[in-house]
């Protein structure tokens, strides 16, 4: 938790969502990087932005209902049958 | 010998702790590994051979995303819950016809947006632009600088038990999430589309999805938190 060179911690942490998109435009990475690797506090907020962005990656889709499923898998059935009977001379 | 560690953008000596860049690698394999979708290519050449559990399969993965992404387009869950259907009858009807060109999802999402487009009645969306900070003005000091440190993730990371609730209280965040905030961060980071792709389906600019990214992400940043800390 230090000002480190010409940045504090609330404007490094303005500029981490761009640095994780690699968006920054050069001057201000080395500007941020050189902030991080002074200070552990922003370097933490940096770590907790990644594994917030793979926790989010691991959710998953939400369940889907086993009403909505079998719906789905009537109209599955459905395009089946009538494709066969499309396909009979 | 100075510790080098390679990050997303290129080589940085001595600039990041061995945790941070643990962590940068760690983040890149996840973004690279989450990208790829051959199993939905894989999923799709079996229901085409008539396997009806494929379908079963790619049905259970992508349909709750397709009422998302048709009801970011419609005025009722219901006309978004019909949008999906259809999605699914076509891609049943032209599955024959992908051409492997984008990702099966990408294809299935640009169908699903197509219909919602057309059959929508929503009036378009409009994103304030935010000029607050991603985290709360009361975490730092007159002078800009941390009260108190964030707390570390890497324990949860690591820890299985501890997972099983981060995905619960991840899940209750992002639907708790505005609905612009919802669609772009579940396209983004949870099917990990490209910013361009996610910006196309959603008739927004990139710069737009980057805006709406970096608040959602940071609303869910502060759900870890709590559970992190131990805070319900």
């Not at chain 1, 690797?37 to 770590?47: I, P, V």
């Not at chain 1, 998953?60 to 079998?70: I, K, T, V």
């Not at chain 2, 790619?58 to 999605?87: C, G, K």
């Not at chain 2, 059959?119 to 991603?134: A, L, S, W, Y």
Request: negative net charge; charged residues 30%; glycine residues 4%.
């Amino acid at each position: 938790m230090a000002l480190v060179k010409d940045i504090n911690c609330r404007e490094a942490v303005s500029l981490i969502g761009n640095y994780l998109d690699g968006r920054l435009p050069r001057r201000e990475r080395r500007r941020l990087e050189r902030h991080l690797a002074g200070c552990d506090a922003c370097q933490a907020y940096l770590e907790q932005m990644r594994a917030t962005i793979i926790l989010t990656g691991q959710v998953g889709p939400e369940d889907l209902s086993d009403q909505a499923l079998d719906d789905l898998m009537d109209v599955f059935e459905r395009f089946r049958r009538d494709g066969d009977e499309d396909a009979t001379p | 010998m100075t510790p080098v560690c390679v990050t997303a953008h290129g080589a940085v000596s001595g600039v990041l702790s061995k945790k941070s860049c643990e962590m940068e690698v760690r983040y890149n394999n996840f973004v690279s590994t989450t990208v790829s979708s051959v199993d939905d290519e894989e999923l799709l050449q079996r229901f085409l051979a008539g396997d009806r559990e494929a379908f079963r399969t790619l049905v259970q993965r992508y349909h709750t995303v397709l009422v998302q992404v048709a009801r970011y387009y419609v005025n009722s869950t219901a006309t978004a819950e019909d949008v999906a259907q259809e999605t699914w009858i076509a891609v049943l009807k032209g599955a024959e016809r992908f051409e492997g060109r984008a990702s099966f999802k990408t294809w299935l999402f640009r169908i699903v947006a197509n219909r919602a487009r057309s059959t929508g009645t929503r009036e378009k969306r409009q994103i304030p632009i935010d000029p607050t900070d991603p985290v709360a003005g009361d975490r730092f000091n007159s002078e800009g600088m941390w009260k108190e440190p964030p707390a570390s993730f890497a324990d949860l990371l690591a820890d299985n038990e501890a997972n099983a609730e981060v995905a619960a209280a991840v899940r209750v965040a992002i639907s708790n999430l505005p609905d612009v905030q919802r669609s772009v961060v579940t396209l983004r980071d949870v099917e990990g589309l490209s910013t361009s792709e996610v910006a196309a389906l959603l008739d927004l600019s990139e710069a737009n999805i980057r805006v709406v990214l970096h608040r959602a992400r940071a609303h869910i940043r502060e759900t870890v938190e709590r559970v992190a800390k131990g805070d319900r």
